[in-house]
């Protein structure tokens, strides 16, 4: 075959190519900038620029190009193409706390040079990120992130007016946990409306907010939950989180793929991923009113379908990751703190106790690429441990048991599917036989990982069925496809999922609804507490 025919031939398929490249480019916006701050870490600028100059030939208005830009500009030492780059994303409303968060190292040239001075002085804010909020029946835990290490306090007073007094706590923010601090507050009242004001630096510099303390803890109550994962940054559908924040609820809780790295041996690239969501005012106002908890999936803490292995610090990036998330949420505690290392815990809201897996830390190799071990596991020996501990002791009307990969088998087709729980069906058994065993009732199984939202149902031969309810497309644009052992399956639209307890009643009932980002109800499932008790129960 001579050139010129090669040549034709090669041209049609480029042009038939086209749109699926195009397409798998606008579904992976997430990935864009992100893979491309990754070329700037390994050294390679000029790649970076490559990509996001060409990225704004087709979106002159996209900010993460401009930003990607003036962080590459500023590592070739070309401050004054990089400040121009800045000026760019500034006047097309990019936040100016995304410059001074960094990543840090990245933007040194830039935040060192004498034309960054007035920027700051004009744009500048002392509090960068947050707040972010937890709960319990009578205490706050409120985290913020600053541009330098300052002063923070912030201060609680009821919402009634005819209640005088408040409370305050003190702290600094630390660079060495990324310029952040953990500030808590105890002694309030439950189920009690409250303002807050988180003040920087003793300056007039604030922010505002409000929030509802739990029902009492092991009392009844009626409360709501939202749940979801797949929160890939995608600025058309930041929105969501005004969705979400319009329901009021008691909690929120994120099992994993939030932010999306995959990028476990670049730090910089970990902080870039966590930067951009927190800077956005959508985020920001849903998480200053709505406490939050998170686990990680493999999209955050390693790569795809990625897994850690039994050792605490093996590989070597494990424990910064872990380090990262850290710094990044607000959650009662992270595994088992330095010494066993994870993102699993657990917390009540009135008689409901919820259990936090992290799925990615100590797992063995998946089964899709080839098993080391006769009865893999996902959690590790600690984990295991603490959770068969808390079921055990736990007298909460429901146990819920997050997951960040669905519990059913038809949940992932193929072999692709053994990175859900079907990769590790022993141990799976081991936690259902261990509920069944020890007549423990009252179970839901929440879970993320597919991207739509699903209602199963887990049928058990020697108990009563167990409930799923699973939802991971927060923000995402890919879906995936509905599966038919689902009682029910919505991939239309973003999506996340309300859980309404009600243990005040004779018979309690939680209530899950599948709610979209336009915030219409697309499902409504109910779960009887007398659907769920183990058995032999008494």
């Given amino acids: 075959m001579n050139d010129h025919r090669k040549g034709v031939i090669l041209f049609v398929l480029s042009m038939l190519l086209l749109p699926t490249v195009r397409c798998v480019a606008a579904e992976q916006y997430k990935l864009i900038a992100r893979d491309a701050m990754a070329k700037i870490v390994d050294g390679n600028p000029d790649a970076a620029i490559r990509t996001s100059e060409a990225y704004l030939a087709n979106h002159p208005k996209d900010l993460e190009s401009l930003y990607v830009l003036a962080v590459a500009h500023a590592q070739k030492g070309d401050i004054e193409k990089s400040s121009s780059y800045v000026t760019k994303a500034l006047d097309g409303g990019l936040p100016f706390a995304r410059f001074q968060a960094g990543p840090r190292d990245l933007l040194k040239p830039l935040a060192e040079s004498e034309g960054f001075r007035p920027l700051v002085a004009r744009h500048g804010k002392k509090l960068l990120h947050g707040p972010l909020l937890s709960v319990t029946d009578t205490a706050v835990r409120c985290w913020v992130r600053s541009a330098r290490e300052v002063p923070v306090q912030v201060k609680v007073t009821r919402a009634d007016s005819g209640q005088p007094g408040s409370r305050a706590a003190n702290g600094k923010t630390s660079s060495g946990r990324d310029y952040t601090t953990v500030l808590a507050v105890h002694g309030l009242a439950s189920d009690t409306l409250y303002d807050y004001i988180v003040t920087v630096d003793g300056t007039n510099e604030s922010r505002k907010g409000r929030f509802r303390t739990f029902?009492?803890?092991?009392?009844?109550?009626?409360?709501?939950?939202?749940?979801?994962?797949?929160?890939?940054?995608?600025?058309?559908?930041?929105?969501?989180?005004?969705?979400?924040?319009?329901?009021?609820?008691?909690?929120?809780?994120?099992?994993?793929?939030?932010?999306?790295?995959?990028?476990?041996?670049?730090?910089?690239?970990?902080?870039?991923?966590?930067?951009?969501?927190?800077?956005?005012?959508?985020?920001?106002?849903?998480?200053?009113?709505?406490?939050?908890?998170?686990?990680?999936?493999?999209?955050?803490?390693?790569?795809?379908?990625?897994?850690?292995?039994?050792?605490?610090?093996?590989?070597?990036?494990?424990?910064?990751?872990?380090?990262?998330?850290?710094?990044?949420?607000?959650?009662?505690?992270?595994?088992?703190?330095?010494?066993?290392?994870?993102?699993?815990?657990?917390?009540?809201?009135?008689?409901?106790?919820?259990?936090?897996?992290?799925?990615?830390?100590?797992?063995?190799?998946?089964?899709?690429?080839?098993?080391?071990?006769?009865?893999?596991?996902?959690?590790?020996?600690?984990?295991?441990?603490?959770?068969?501990?808390?079921?055990?002791?736990?007298?909460?009307?429901?146990?819920?048991?997050?997951?960040?990969?669905?519990?059913?088998?038809?949940?992932?087709?193929?072999?692709?599917?053994?990175?859900?729980?079907?990769?590790?069906?022993?141990?799976?058994?081991?936690?259902?036989?261990?509920?069944?065993?020890?007549?423990?009732?009252?179970?839901?199984?929440?879970?993320?990982?597919?991207?739509?939202?699903?209602?199963?149902?887990?049928?058990?031969?020697?108990?009563?069925?167990?409930?799923?309810?699973?939802?991971?497309?927060?923000?995402?644009?890919?879906?995936?496809?509905?599966?038919?052992?689902?009682?029910?399956?919505?991939?239309?639209?973003?999506?996340?999922?309300?859980?309404?307890?009600?243990?005040?009643?004779?018979?309690?009932?939680?209530?899950?609804?599948i709610v979209n980002i336009d915030n219409e109800v697309i499902h409504t499932f109910v779960v009887k507490r007398s659907h769920l008790t183990a058995a032999n129960q008494n």
């Fill in 215 to 513: 029902p009492v803890q092991g009392k009844p109550a009626k409360f709501e939950i939202g749940f979801g994962g797949g929160a890939g940054y995608t600025p058309e559908h930041e929105h969501m989180w005004n969705t979400i924040a319009s329901h009021n609820l008691t909690a929120f809780l994120f099992l994993g793929d939030n932010v999306y790295i995959d990028h476990p041996t670049r730090p910089a690239v970990q902080r870039y991923c966590y930067y951009r969501r927190q800077s956005r005012p959508e985020f920001r106002d849903f998480a200053a009113k709505t406490p939050v908890y998170a686990i990680w999936d493999d999209h955050d803490f390693t790569e795809d379908d990625g897994w850690g292995g039994p050792q605490i610090d093996e590989p070597a990036w494990k424990v910064p990751v872990w380090r990262t998330f850290r710094n990044n949420w607000v959650n009662p505690y992270y595994g088992g703190g330095p010494s066993q290392p994870g993102c699993w815990f657990d917390f009540a809201i009135a008689d409901v106790d919820f259990f936090m897996l992290d799925g990615r830390y100590y797992r063995d190799k998946a089964a899709r690429q080839g098993v080391e071990t006769a009865n893999p596991s996902m959690l590790g020996a600690a984990q295991k441990k603490w959770l068969f501990e808390k079921l055990w002791n736990s007298k909460a009307t429901f146990k819920v048991i997050a997951s960040p990969v669905p519990w059913s088998f038809g949940a992932k087709p193929g072999r692709a599917g053994m990175d859900t729980w079907k990769g590790f069906k022993e141990e799976r058994e081991e936690i259902f036989s261990f509920l069944e065993r020890n007549k423990i009732a009252g179970v839901i199984l929440l879970s993320a990982d597919r991207h739509r939202s699903d209602v199963w149902k887990i049928e058990r031969a020697n108990g009563d069925p167990l409930y799923e309810f699973e939802s991971s497309r927060l923000t995402n644009i890919h879906t995936h496809g509905i599966m038919p052992g689902s009682l029910f399956g919505y991939n239309e639209k973003c999506s996340f999922g309300i859980l309404a307890f009600d243990t005040t009643r004779d018979e309690p009932t939680v209530t899950y609804r």
